[in-house]
Antibody, heavy 122, light 109 residues
Framework: QVQLVESGGGVVQPGRSLRLSCAVS????????MHWVRQAPGKGLEWVAV????????YSADSVKGRFTISRDNSKNTLYLQMDSLRAEDTAVYYC???????????????WGQGTLVTVSS | QTVVTQEPSLTVSPGGTVTLTCASS?????????PNWFQQKPGQTPRALIY???NKHSWTPARFSGSLLGGKAALTLSGVQPEDEAEYYC?????????FGGGTKVTVL
């Protein structure tokens, strides 16, 4: 079965960096684009970033552009989110999610991980 | 900055029908926004329901349906069950970036 397991969350001071990982299994990782989505405590979902199946195409939300970098290692079946210059407002549960379907005809997310909590606080 | 707007809350009786909508600040929502819908219950991970406007995932109950309605994306719940009480989010595609709506809390009462 499809599994996505995030790790790397924790408490970090403002201005510092953190790298999240998402280890996947149950599907051919290199065939699918992947997303990061976050949810601040008590708030709604916020889309963060997406990366194509081959890692060559990336998009990110304006709120994280220039600070967060999405990447992937298809040999390790792992997705990453490098978060630099962290701010208090980046405090959230971070989810990784798989793109639904292959190719450009389908746009969306299907399977989600359980999330990892990032707390930015001094 | 693009804003996606949903009704903050809706109430429906068990067995009834309710339609949630998703509007874009850039204009009418079309199939080119590839609307997605997600359900999230308290303390749980979001669950995908609909992609590409109206396509259901293998696990999506038949009572959930997606469409375009009056320039908005819409999610209709027919024959609502008590377990459908949850927060529902839409997601729209903008040529690369995606934006979630603020969510609609559906109460079954």
């Amino acid at each position: 079965q499809v599994q996505l397991v995030e790790s790397g969350g924790g408490v970090v001071q403002p201005g510092r960096s953190l790298r999240l990982s998402c280890a996947v299994s149950g599907f051919t990782f290199s065939y699918y684009g992947m997303h990061w989505v976050r949810q601040a405590p008590g708030k709604g979902l916020e889309w963060v970033a997406v990366i194509s199946d081959d890692g060559n195409t990336k998009y990110s939300a304006d709120s994280v552009k220039g600070r967060f970098t999405i990447s992937r290692d298809n040999s390790k079946n792992t997705l990453y989110l490098q978060m630099d210059s962290l701010r208090a407002e980046d405090t959230a549960v971070y989810y990784c999610a798989k793109k639904v379907g292959m190719g450009e005809a389908t746009i969306g997310l299907d399977y989600w991980g359980q999330g990892t909590l990032v707390t930015v606080s001094s | 900055q693009t804003v996606v707007t949903q009704e903050p809350s809706l109430t429906v009786s068990p067995g009834g029908t309710v339609t949630l909508t998703c509007a874009s600040s850039t204009g009418a929502v079309t199939s080119g926004h590839y609307p997605n819908w997600f359900q999230q219950k308290p303390g749980q991970t979001p669950r995908a329901l609909i992609y590409n406007t109206a396509n259901k995932h293998s696990w999506t109950p038949a009572r959930f349906s997606g469409s375009l309605l009056g320039g908005k994306a819409a999610l209709t719940l027919s024959g609502v069950q008590p377990e459908d009480e949850a927060e529902y989010y839409c997601l729209l595609y903008y040529g690369g970036a995606r934006v979630f709506g603020g969510g609609t809390k559906v109460t079954v009462l």
